[in-house]
């Protein structure tokens, strides 16, 4: 059975245990996750070449992946500490927003150790190691970047202590469920699915798109995709889905640019702009909600 996405005993009992916290047990890969890997690294290094963004390449050079083989996370993280001090970090699943977050904080990436089945590449049931080490890891030598998403976990812990502010439990969690919602889409607009101008056109840094080899050609070329510069009164209040190609998606002009955002997201929040941001996907659960106000 290997680590193959959904069909992972190991990763099954360690959600059993409540144990979200977890290590990458190497010789547990098979065959075909190696062979899985190898093709999604395979067919999408020219796209990356095309489509991504700079400091994108460059992340993936510093790195040292093998194309070939399953990434061992102590490997990555030989590579990553000394130049940003960020480290992944293997976990089970999901995990809850504020934990999320607060890890972003401490340099601390929560990442999937799973590999999507060797006969649907393209199918993602939830996030796998391509995703999150192919996808989002680069990123992360990036010191702008990687600044910016220790700026995101400071909004988590502002938020919490916003709430806990609030005496009436019923005000703090419609509060709490609107800002939750502001910072998810504002993530999914960036980190996830976010674009850069650069001097040669539109180029990728969101991992959503970098891990996606239909994907990341579509966003730069369709005509059906809407591309405006990012405005963060458009952003926290533009739902989105997930299943499908995205129509609509935001250039930032980098990563400094990136990280005033995340700043500015921090003081709107602190003025209780975040408060009343439009209704509509995504949706806030119950676990989100109750690992921010577990920290309230
Ligand atoms: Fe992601």
Not at 138 to 145: G, L, S, V, Y
């Given at each position: 059975?290997?680590?193959?996405?959904?069909?992972?005993?190991?990763?099954?009992?360690?959600?059993?245990?409540?144990?979200?916290?977890?290590?990458?047990?190497?010789?547990?890969?098979?065959?075909?996750?190696?062979?899985?890997?190898?093709?999604?690294?395979?067919?999408?290094?020219?796209?990356?070449?095309?489509?991504?963004?700079?400091?994108?390449?460059?992340?993936?050079e510093s790195?040292?992946?093998?194309?070939?083989?399953?990434?061992?996370?102590?490997?990555?993280?030989?590579?990553?500490?000394?130049?940003?001090?960020?480290?992944?970090?293997?976990?089970?699943?999901?995990?809850?927003?504020?934990?999320?977050?607060?890890?972003?904080?401490?340099?601390?990436?929560?990442?999937?150790?799973?590999?999507?089945?060797?006969?649907?590449?393209d199918y993602?049931?939830?996030?796998?190691?391509?995703?999150?080490?192919?996808?989002?890891?680069?990123?992360?030598?990036?010191?702008?970047?990687?600044?910016?998403?220790?700026?995101?976990?400071?909004?988590?812990?502002?938020?919490?202590?916003?709430?806990?502010?609030?005496?009436?439990?019923?005000?703090?969690?419609?509060?709490?469920?609107?800002?939750?919602?502001?910072?998810?889409?504002?993530?999914?607009?960036?980190?996830?699915?976010?674009?850069?101008?650069?001097?040669?056109?539109?180029?990728?840094?969101?991992?959503?798109?970098?891990?996606?080899?239909?994907?990341?050609?579509?966003?730069?070329?369709?005509?059906?995709?809407?591309?405006?510069?990012?405005?963060?009164?458009?952003?926290?209040?533009?739902?989105?889905?997930?299943?499908?190609?995205?129509?609509?998606?935001?250039?930032?002009?980098?990563?400094?640019?990136?990280?005033?955002?995340?700043?500015?997201?921090?003081?709107?929040?602190?003025?209780?702009?975040?408060?009343?941001?439009?209704?509509?996907?995504?949706?806030v659960n119950?676990?989100?909600?109750?690992?921010?106000?577990?920290?309230?």
């Amino acid at each position: 059975m290997g680590l193959t996405t959904t069909e992972a005993p190991f990763i099954e009992v360690a959600r059993e245990q409540g144990a979200l916290y977890i290590q990458q047990p190497y010789e547990l890969y098979s065959d075909s996750n190696h062979l899985a890997w190898a093709h999604l690294y395979e067919r999408m290094h020219d796209r990356w070449l095309t489509y991504a963004n700079q400091h994108f390449l460059k992340g993936i050079e510093s790195l040292c992946l093998d194309p070939t083989r399953v990434p061992r996370l102590s490997d990555v993280n030989r590579f990553l500490e000394p130049l940003t001090h960020f480290s992944a970090k293997p976990v089970s699943g999901y995990v809850p927003a504020f934990k999320f977050f607060d890890c972003l904080r401490n340099r601390e990436f929560p990442t999937t150790i799973t590999v999507r089945r060797l006969d649907q590449l393209d199918y993602l049931p939830e996030p796998d190691i391509f995703h999150d080490i192919a996808g989002h890891v680069p990123m992360h030598t990036d010191p702008a970047f990687a600044d910016a998403l220790v700026r995101f976990g400071d909004c988590a812990h502002t938020a919490a202590e916003l709430a806990a502010s609030i005496s009436d439990e019923q005000e703090r969690m419609r509060r709490l469920t609107s800002i939750i919602r502001a910072m998810a889409r504002f993530f999914w607009f960036t980190v996830e699915f976010g674009l850069m101008n650069s001097q040669n056109g539109l180029k990728v840094y969101g991992s959503g798109l970098l891990s996606s080899y239909g994907e990341i050609k579509h966003c730069i070329e369709s005509p059906q995709v809407q591309r405006f510069p990012i405005q963060l009164e458009w952003v926290i209040n533009q739902s989105f889905e997930i299943d499908h190609y995205q129509p609509l998606l935001f250039y930032v002009e980098g990563f400094d640019h990136l990280f005033e955002l995340v700043d500015q997201l921090e003081k709107w929040m602190r003025e209780g702009k975040l408060d009343n941001v439009a209704p509509g996907e995504p949706g806030v659960n119950a676990a989100d909600l109750a690992s921010f106000a577990e920290h309230s």
